[in-house]
């Protein structure tokens, strides 16, 4: 009988990635030379200081940002070979982001907000998924309610929801505990580890909060613009 073998598959890389800002005196390295790989179905947290180079590393890899130098590759694109407009298009079907504001809509309903990124598309939702990611994120029930009817932990559930929709290649969460406390944060990491075992959905999230950090599958601090990975975190 054959040993059973682990198959992983690379989703993500990053080839000498680099981003300065300004020149002369006023010339800052925000991201120094970094370069890693994440798997397909890994759910990897990006630790470290206010102003080490976390956010400038996400917004490079999901496209916002423009390197200075180096690589993005998704799923063996180069997103920077792209030009603007297709990245654009790009991003937009293959990356959803969560953001630390949760940038819904006020005059859209749960379902409509969670939607919106289809009908960007011109893609008709697939109600089996949507109801599916309502159940998974424990909205079923407020679907039909409008952003200002909900809590704060409720509209970051939304705002999960909305980037799951598309079943994107890659999850890019900037702080996505940042404006919830501490028990609203534990639900929405653990919707975030569900989502990312349920989908094998891989998730890039940077966080403050090492206790947060320490339930992913690995830890990557950037400090002074320098990335180490940490290993994994999650037994």
């Given amino acids: 009988m054959l040993p059973s073998v682990c198959i992983f598959m690379e989703l993500l890389r990053t080839e000498h990635l680099s981003k300065t800002y300004g020149t002369g005196e006023a010339r ?98 697939d109600p089996e998924q949507l109801n599916e990611i309502l159940e998974i994120l424990g909205l079923s029930n407020r679907r039909h309610h409008l952003p200002g009817q909900l ?35 534990q639900d929405v990491m653990d919707l975030l580890i569900r989502a990312s075992r349920h989908y094998q959905q891989t998730i890039l999230m940077i966080t403050h909060n090492t206790a947060l950090a320490s339930s992913v599958d690995r830890v990557l601090k950037v400090s002074d613009g320098i990335l180490t990975d940490l290993g994994g975190a999650r037994i």
Wanted: overall charge negative.
């Fill in 151 to 185: 809590s704060g932990g409720q509209q970051q559930r939304v705002a999960i929801g909305r980037a799951l929709i598309t079943r994107p290649l890659l999850v890019l969460a900037d702080e996505p505990t940042g404006n919830l406390d501490s028990r609203n944060s």
């Fill in 28 to 125: 800052v390295e925000a991201l120094k030379d970094v370069s890693f790989t994440l798997q397909k179905g890994e759910f990897a947290a990006v630790i470290g200081e206010s102003g080490s180079g976390k956010s400038t590393l996400l917004n490079c890899i999901g496209g916002l940002d423009t390197p200075t130098s180096g690589k993005v590759l998704l799923d063996g694109l180069d997103l920077f070979s792209l030009d603007e407009n297709r990245r654009t298009i790009f991003r937009r079907q293959n990356i959803g982001f969560i953001f630390q504001a949760f940038h819904l809509i006020p005059e859209l309903d749960v379902e409509q907000n969670i939607i919106f990124p289809l009908l960007l598309d011109y893609r008709d939702p």
